[in-house]
């Protein structure tokens, strides 16, 4: 199993009821029913606020790499990373559970 984790830090002036932002969470959202190599899915906004917090996290579960790479190649998770590239960036962990 793999354990897959996103972090997203919003861009300098842009916060979480900006419409991009309001729409990018909407899209990761709904990505845990659309994409069915996902075995666990959870994704929401950070409630800390501390400068080295980051703002919208995603946690979520797949059997092993293939099915990895199958999520991250699927369309509507290629769609809902397009849309945060606009107003975030990111960092990732991949760890084997």
Known sequence: MIRHL????LNEGVTKDDERAVAGAKAF???GAQ??????WECGWNTTVR???YDYAINSLVSDRD??????GHP???AA???????AT?????VEV
């Open 67 to 72: 099915t990895l790479a199958a999520y991250l």
């Open 81 to 87: 990373a397009a849309q945060w590239r606009e107003f």
């Open 90 to 94: 990111w960092v990732i962990a991949d």
């Open 6 to 9: 996103v972090l997203f830090k």
């Open 76 to 78: 509507a998770h290629q």
């Open 51 to 53: 400068d080295i917090a």
């Open 29 to 31: 959202e709904e990505l």
């Open 35 to 40: 994409i069915a190599e996902l075995r666990e």
